[in-house]
């Protein structure tokens, strides 16, 4: 069946340092891709998605790239701010409706 | 802009106990869904419906009931309670296309004791 890895948490770092959050994805056919956060007592909110191979979703200074050849779809920041702590979520949802979600890594920033 | 509603906020519950998390949207969203979430686990999803009178199991569904009456309310049963049932719970609903984002509701935690 359909599932997400997502690299273990947390992941510490200083205000302004590079970010990559590790996803990849096993699904058949031709799945969407999905990143969502977490804020500390809220829901998940939608922070980006892809729909087709080569797609890159973008949303607040985050990035991916949907990668079929490596089914791999990681999260990137150039430069993290204090307020991006939080637990980001990979997840994809294929042609049985149901969204699959990783186990999320949490994301802790230091001014 | 209501977006999806869930009530209570918090409940605790004595084992053997029965109760119902309400769940309610305002989006028109055919697709609706019951998560729970747990530490290291991430988001398991227990029950979800693609349309009135429709519901289907997730990949953990023992111990919960759901219905789908409306287009805008799923409510999550809760039999018998069980300490292993402590959980945040989240409700979640789409339009139907693979590539529709999930809304999230602000959660429920339940404890059993």
């Known amino acids: 069946g359909n599932s997400v890895t997502q690299m273990e948490g947390p992941v510490t770092l200083s205000e302004e340092a590079f970010l990559t959050i590790n996803c990849t994805y096993t699904a058949t056919g031709y799945p969407s891709l999905f990143w969502y956060v977490q804020y500390p007592g809220e829901g998940l909110q939608l922070l980006l998605k892809a729909t087709k191979a080569d797609d890159k979703g973008s949303n607040k200074g985050f990035e991916a790239t949907y990668r079929k050849e490596t089914t791999s779809f990681h999260l990137e920041k150039g430069s993290v701010q204090v307020s991006d702590s939080a637990v980001y979520f990979c997840a994809l949802r294929g042609t049985t409706d149901k969204l699959i979600f990783g186990t999320g890594t949490r994301l802790q920033v230091f001014p | 802009n209501a977006g999806v509603t869930q009530t209570p906020k918090f409940q605790v519950l004595k084992t053997g106990q029965s109760m119902t998390l309400q769940c309610a949207q305002d989006m028109n969203h055919e697709y609706m869904s019951w998560y729970r979430q747990d530490p290291g686990m991430g988001l398991r999803l227990i029950h979800y419906?693609?349309?009135?009178?429709?519901?289907d199991q997730g990949e953990v569904p023992n111990g919960y009931n759901v219905s789908r009456s409306t287009t805008e309310d799923f409510p999550l049963r809760l039999l018998s309670a069980a300490p292993s049932q402590t959980s945040v719970y989240f409700c979640a609903s789409s339009y139907g296309q693979e590539n529709s984002p999930l809304h999230f509701g602000n959660g429920t935690r339940l404890t059993v004791t």
């Open positions: 419906s693609v349309g009135a009178g429709i519901t």
